[in-house]
């Protein structure tokens, strides 16, 4: 048993739990758009939103009415709200936090670093755990945004292949920025706890930074929910980028805190 | 050849007064090397520095010829036994075993096979569930069954039985005699005494002596005085290296080989040097002190 199928042995329960727990939610959501179409009650939602004076003044009730209708009978909108930009964009950050948080922490915690350093170097062991979680993530990212495409399959929907990998592409890079911070926290920290505790603190503050005015490019979960490949089809170009940058140099910052820590 | 040297070595850490500082240590290859020394006083701080598990503030550390940090290059080469030896918790002893086959460097199935006859423990057992001595035990599979230059073991023997104890230092013995350097700590006097070719004596972070433990043994001698016989000697005339004074007598290790012995009972009648062995030396060392280098 190599270092990495050990570390991806020691994440399979974890990983599977999240991919079952992924699929059976997305099988529930998509499979089930007939049934939402039947219960989502389009007057009642048109006379919540006579209450926007914002919105009487762009358009009449008629349109907005009649607009809220398509929206309703399109599949997409569908899937890229209800399922990309609520329940898995949510279970893949449940996915980077409890695949990440113990990958060094936990070693340190329970002394078994030892037994690592004194027979690898020290670059092997961050390669093999950082790969290895990755990996877990990614595979969670890849059958989630597969998903409508196949369900597509079984029933009476289409959804375009190109739409669900530009998808997985935004949210892998997007995640790969977040799992960073969950790596680096578990290599900073000598215990379990922290990481969580720290990567809850800085997904829910950026989230918070996304929501001032002028700052709402750093809001990470507009790029993990994919709204802006619904509305262009195309990816945010600058902004993967950008977060992708950001990720490697946070991943370089661990691997150099990981190379000179004492343990 | 030198299989370890160590110079003006400095280790400090955060949040805590302990320093371990060594001016200068050289271990020959092929011998065994023991560390002794109370809790606290710096031994495993200085294995794991010769294991680059933590890095040194300076100073300057040689192992088989490369720097601790070359890891690449030493890897092969080296095997260690922690003090802690805690493995993966959620592993069976089998597992753990497999794993360790696919990531030690240099590791011999046969050997394992072998050494899992001298430690028999149940494959199927949890590693959560095994005694502090059975995972010694398992450890010590993992730690000899395979091909190194040096061993370096942080407490090998505790929480093992006598038996145990006793198959360890064989093995230890079986791999000075293949030509390995060895290098342990211990608390017990006794297996040092038996098993080692030289010792070091950490006290506070510094090495209060070091040497040829028959060398030490020729070299030092005991004197136990009373009160008026300590007295009479003016204090020029021993070399003194530790003293502690009981109720009524005083216990002090003096330097000097035979001739000093001779010369001394020659003026001083009285006096009866005796042979030390390493629990006299070690007694009077950490209790007194000692000189630090």
Redesign the interface.
Known sequence: ???L??ELWDLRWRGTILLFLTLLTGYFVLSNYEWFKTVADIAQITQGLKQAPFLNQLLDMETLNQQLLELFNNIDFYVWSQWFGKNLYQLILLAIIILTFPLFARETE???N?????????KQIFLSKILASFFGIFLIIAAGSILPVVIALFHDFNFSLEQALMYGLQLSISSLFLYSVVVFFSITFNDVIKPVIASVIVFVALGLMGKISGMLYLNIYRYMTGVDIFFTSSIQTTAMIVILILALFILMGSWHIFK?K?? | MYAVQIKELCKSYKNSSFTLQITDLSLEAGSIFGLLGPNGAGKTSLLQLLMDIVRPDRGYIEILGHRPFEREKLQAKISYMPENKNLYHNMTVKKMLDYASGIIPGWDNDKALELKNIFPLEGKKRISTLSYGERTQLYAILTFARSAELFILDEPTRGLDPIMQEQMLQLIKEKSWQGKTIIFSSHQLGEIEESVDTLAMLRKGHMVLNGNLDDLKSELFLLKLGKSELSAIPPSTLDIVATHHQHKQSLILCQGGMESRQKLQADFAFLNPENVNIKDIFLLLMENGGEEE
Do not use: A, G, V, W
Not at chain 1, 114 to 122: A, E, G, K, P, W
């Open positions: 048993m190599s270092l199928i050990k329970q002394n078994t030892y037994f690592l350093l004194s027979n690898r170097t020290r000179n004492d343990f």
